[in-house]
């Protein structure tokens, strides 16, 4: 999940050492300029940008005792700089239920006679959407943001109903089209504080594998803004995947919606 645009914010950091951080922010505007004049606001390198002023001015708001609400909106607001102009993706946040893993407690519920009252979507801080239209959404992936307060023993269970969660979104999305590689992979993050982590969970035969690709680390003074390089580049490179699995998926729902309509009154198996 690297990003084609390294290079680029590589030197943009490198000229914003030594600046204070109004400064910093002015010479940001500057490499923005070129890229209003071409019309070109929703471009990759404008949206990232923006996300770092967006950063610049949250350092030295982190804290220690920062509620779930605070570190949740700071993120998403971080996650919406990036995800800016793509009309396809809606980041959904505030304890939104997940209709894959409901789907699936109804199902076992059916299975295994358990009490209807408990036929609910695990609640998730932020569910990652390609917008169909009309008011239809595929999900995409689950996201995990939680206080710095929060204490291993809670991490780690959070994390495993994450994964299981995005086990749900993933089985669901691999439904779509089993022969589309596209749709065995999606992406997700679990985010603590000012620090996370990206990771991919592919489908192989039925089997969910989960694997780290890099961390995501915000900034909270001017010492540690160098390192913010590798961060962009993942939190770019998952915009772009997003974007991409949504397109498959919406692509793979159409046509299989398609085959259904003419289902009883012709052979619609592929050999």
């Given at each position: 999940?690297?990003?084609?645009?390294?290079?680029?914010?590589?030197?943009?950091?490198?000229?914003m050492?030594?600046?204070?951080?109004?400064?910093?922010?002015?010479?940001?505007?500057?490499?923005?300029?070129?890229?209003?004049?071409?019309?070109?606001?929703?471009?990759?390198?404008?949206?990232?940008?923006?996300?770092?002023?967006?950063?610049?001015?949250?350092?030295?708001?982190?804290?220690?005792?920062?509620?779930?609400?605070?570190?949740?909106?700071r993120?998403?607001?971080?996650?919406?700089?990036?995800?800016?102009?793509?009309?396809?993706?809606?980041?959904?946040?505030?304890?939104?239920?997940?209709?894959?893993?409901?789907?699936?407690?109804?199902?076992?519920?059916?299975l295994y006679?358990?009490?209807?009252?408990?036929?609910?979507?695990?609640?998730?801080?932020?569910?990652?959407?390609?917008?169909?239209g009309?008011?239809?959404?595929?999900?995409?992936?689950?996201?995990?943001?939680?206080?710095?307060?929060?204490?291993?023993?809670?991490?780690?269970?959070?994390?495993?109903?994450?994964?299981?969660?995005?086990?749900?979104?993933?089985?669901y999305?691999?439904?779509?089209?089993?022969?589309?590689?596209?749709?065995?992979?999606?992406?997700?993050?679990?985010?603590?504080?000012?620090?996370?982590?990206?990771?991919?969970?592919?489908n192989?035969?039925?089997?969910?594998?989960?694997?780290?690709?890099?961390?995501?680390?915000?900034?909270?003074?001017?010492?540690?803004?160098?390192?913010?390089?590798?961060?962009?580049?993942?939190?770019?490179?998952?915009?772009?995947?997003?974007?991409?699995?949504?397109?498959?998926?919406?692509?793979?729902?159409?046509?299989?919606?398609?085959?259904?309509?003419?289902?009883?009154?012709?052979?619609?198996?592929?050999?």
């Open positions: 999940m690297r990003n084609i645009s390294s290079s680029f914010f590589f030197f943009a950091f490198c000229s050492q030594g600046k204070s951080i109004q400064e910093t922010i002015v010479f940001i505007r500057d490499l923005q300029r070129p890229f209003l004049l071409a019309k070109r606001w929703d471009s990759q390198e404008y949206r990232a940008l923006d996300a770092v002023e967006t950063i610049l001015k949250f350092m030295g708001s982190y804290n220690n005792s920062d509620t779930e609400a605070t570190v949740l909106r993120f998403m607001t971080i996650l919406s700089c990036i995800f800016a102009k793509v009309t396809s993706i809606k980041l959904i946040e505030g304890e939104t239920s997940s209709a894959c893993t409901k789907s699936i407690r109804q199902l076992n519920a059916t006679e358990a009490s209807q009252n408990q036929n609910y979507g695990r609640k998730i801080d932020i569910l990652v959407k390609h917008d169909q009309c008011n239809k959404y595929i999900e995409l992936s689950s996201l995990v943001i939680k206080p710095p307060s929060t204490c291993p023993a809670l991490i780690k269970e959070l994390q495993n109903k994450n994964l299981r969660t995005n086990g749900a979104i993933l089985a999305l691999s439904s779509l089209n089993p022969r589309s590689r596209a749709l065995q992979t999606t992406a997700a993050i679990d985010f603590i504080g000012s620090a996370g982590y990206v990771y991919i969970m592919t192989i035969n039925g089997i969910f594998y989960a694997r780290q690709v890099g961390l995501i680390i915000l900034p909270k003074s001017r010492d540690s803004f160098v390192h913010l390089t590798e961060t962009m580049d993942l939190l770019l490179a998952f915009q772009v995947f997003m974007t991409n699995l949504g397109h498959e998926a919406q692509a793979a729902l159409e046509y299989r919606e398609s085959v259904d309509i003419i289902s009883e009154v012709a052979n619609v198996r592929q050999e």
